[in-house]
Structures are given as C-alpha cells and as structure tokens.
C-alpha cells in the first residue's frame, strides 16, 4: 500500500489512477491519519454455464400441481 496525500494526488491525478490500474492500492492520509483508500476493482466472477446440471435431476410433471390438503394444512398450522 502506498500512502499519499490529497495534494499529492490533486498535482497528477491520472498518475495515482495508472499506478492503482497496475495492482497498486492508495491510502489517503491527512495529517498522517489514513482517512480512505482506492484499490482495483476485482474482476467479477464468470457466470455458470447454461445446462450445468443436465441430465442430474428430473422435474416431475406434476411439478406445480397443489399440494395435497393435509400438507397445506400442516403450513397453515391448523
């Protein structure tokens, strides 16, 4: 981590912007005080694929059939 001050970074801002492009993570002081910090930005992670799962599971045909009357009678307590 590298330490700079706000004039520091007012004198060549695009300087501190390539440096933190590069890896690097600033800390901004004031009064040597660290009051917050710039650092890159993690490259999100890659979605999974489209038919990950294929052929690991099958969805019954009376998948959104309702539930029988006892069990939604359990749910609502009664």
Partial sequence: MVRVTIEEIQRDP?????????GETLVIVRLDEAIAE???????????????CTG????PDDFDAPLPEDILNAFEGK
Avoid: A, D, K, S
């Fill in 14 to 22: 695009l300087e501190y912007l390539r440096r933190v492009e590069g």
């Fill in 38 to 52: 710039i650092r890159p930005i993690t490259p999100n992670q890659q979605l999974r694929p489209y038919g990950l």
């Fill in 56 to 59: 690991q599971f099958i969805v």
